[in-house]
């Protein structure tokens, strides 16, 4: 297991940004690291990911095209930009990593990922 450490979250109105921040110990090239978010009443779903290996990501399909993931590696931190943002996109978010894992793909499974941060909250409203 590894330690990770959220931060970045909380209240934007619709349509505004936010930029996640998930800071790591320096990773080798077998971990995938994932956002996950879960709102309350809701299971917890996968959002992004990103290969520290490939440096192939993948997204939900509910965020394509207005979440970006990325991975600076000489910071050890994985960003989560979150633009034009919804009311369906308030949640705790996470970030969580797969050890050992190559690529990254949906679905992601939670169980797969043996590592999470504490979560950092996501609030969007008027």
């Known amino acids: 297991q590894v330690q990770l450490v959220e931060s970045g979250g909380g209240l934007v109105q619709p349509g505004g940004s936010l930029r996640l921040s998930c800071a790591t110990p320096?990773?080798?090239?077998?971990?995938?690291v994932a956002w996950f978010r879960q709102a309350p009443g809701k299971e917890r779903e996968g959002v992004s990911c990103?290969?520290?290996?490939?440096?192939?990501?993948d997204y939900a399909d509910s965020v394509k095209g207005r979440f970006t993931i990325s991975r600076d590696n000489a910071k050890n931190t994985v960003y989560l930009q979150m633009n034009s943002l919804r009311p369906e996109d308030a949640a705790v978010y996470y970030c969580a990593a797969d050890f050992p894992a190559r690529i990254c793909s949906f679905p992601l499974n939670p169980a797969n990922f043996g590592s999470w941060g504490q979560g950092t909250q996501v609030i969007v409203s008027s």
């Open positions: 990103v290969s520290i290996g490939t440096g192939n990501t």
């Open positions: 320096a990773l080798t090239v077998n971990y995938v």
